[in-house]
Structures are given as C-alpha cells and as structure tokens.
C-alpha cells in the first residue's frame, strides 16, 4: 500500500545561490537535519561567477520549510527564494 505524506504539509522547491564556498559545510548541516523532509536536491557548480546553485525539493508542513529556508538564508554569502505549491 502506498503511504501518503500527512495533508498538512506543502510542496516546495528552495533555491540556494552560494557566492561564498566556505558555507557549504553549513548549507549541508541544515539539509541533513531536514533530510526526512527533502524530495529530492540538485546542485550545480558555476565556475565561470565561481557560485553554486542548489535545488532543493521538499514535502513538509510549511513552518518546517520556512524554518529551512530561514536557517539557510541567515548564512552570509547565502541567498534563498522558496516556491511553494497550491496543494
């Protein structure tokens, strides 16, 4: 039988700009304590500007994901947007 996620929650997409490499470390700490919560992710180094951009898909309760994406855009040299569904 499939297992549903709780109607509560959202889905979700964070996008993460990296212009300073030394917070990635701290970018992965965040992610792993959200990791049950987390779809799936994409990252994609842009060596030409010398930034990162990482796609981060999730299905929480929305005060989760805007802990996330709060917890992450506190990070100096760290930028985040965070779309969310209608559903």
Known sequence: MEQRPPENTRVA??????EEPERVPSINEILHSAAGHIIGRMGIPYREKNISIISVAVDAEQDIINNISGRLGRLAGVTVKTAYSKK
Do not use: G, H, N
């Open 13 to 18: 997409v964070i996008s993460i700009i990296v």
